[in-house]
């Protein structure tokens, strides 16, 4: 049971350059979420899902985009990356009940 | 805004030493207070969690102390070992949403536990 996963861990993107990351869960949740992890800023809500075909905004949506197109995945694209999304990005997934797996995280630089 | 302000920044312990965590909330509609736990180069996990019916609950050495009137909660894990040695998150969810889409988490406190 490998439980969250995330695609790929590390990546070096210059400016402009576009890329997604995929996450995988196989426990059947209903919810799966992005979440942006800075020093000093905790973890930030990107986009998440409340099902498949379903997305929403977070707290900081501007520069990624989501696809939910199948129940296991959720997927996260940076259509034009910059500095400021550098970054560890962490995907997440939830039952109805409030505790959130998350997966190992991907280290995003982009330079 | 930073709805759940968390300090200390980073804590230092000595092994067998107690390690305490503090948190505060303006947010009167939270009702569900967990704490998370991350080692280097992993995704948090699930540690504990209280809601505030109760002003403390314990699981093992790691126990939340909740003060509903001074909305403040904190973290104290007794005995610390180097294995405790990560970050922890404190985090708050309103009641009125049955996923964790409005998770708001501090920012973190990184703890070293030294022998």
């Known amino acids: 049971n490998a439980g969250v996963t995330q695609t790929p861990k590390f990546r070096v993107l210059k400016t402009g350059q576009s890329m997604t990351l995929l996450c995988a869960q196989d426990m059947n949740h209903e919810y799966m979420y992005w979440y942006r992890q800075d020093p000093g800023m905790g973890l930030r809500l990107i986009h998440y899902?409340?099902?498949?075909?379903?997305?929403a905004k977070g707290e900081v949506p501007d520069g990624y985009n989501v696809s939910r197109l199948k129940k296991q995945n959720f997927l996260l694209g940076l259509e034009s990356a910059a500095p400021s999304q550098t970054s560890v990005y962490f995907c997440a997934s939830s039952h109805r009940e409030v505790e959130a797996f998350f997966g190992q995280g991907t280290r995003l630089t982009v330079v | 805004q930073q709805q759940v302000k968390q300090s200390p920044q980073s804590l230092i312990v000595q092994k067998g030493g107690i390690s305490i965590i503090n948190c505060a909330y303006e947010?009167?509609?939270?009702?569900?207070f967990p704490w998370y736990q991350q080692f280097p180069g992993k995704g948090p996990a699930l540690l504990i969690a209280i809601r505030p019916d109760v002003s403390e609950k314990k699981e093992g050495r790691f126990t939340i102390s909740f003060n509903k009137s001074a909305k403040q909660f904190s973290l104290h894990i007794m005995d610390s070992q180097p294995g405790d040695s990560a970050t922890y998150f404190c985090?708050?969810?309103?009641?009125?949403?049955?996923?964790?889409?409005?998770?708001?988490f501090g920012t973190g406190t990184r703890l070293q536990v030294t022998l």
């Open positions: 947010n009167t509609a939270f009702d569900y």
């Open positions: 899902s409340v099902g498949e075909g379903t997305t």
């Open positions: 985090a708050a969810l309103p009641s009125d949403t049955g996923t964790a889409s409005k998770l708001t």
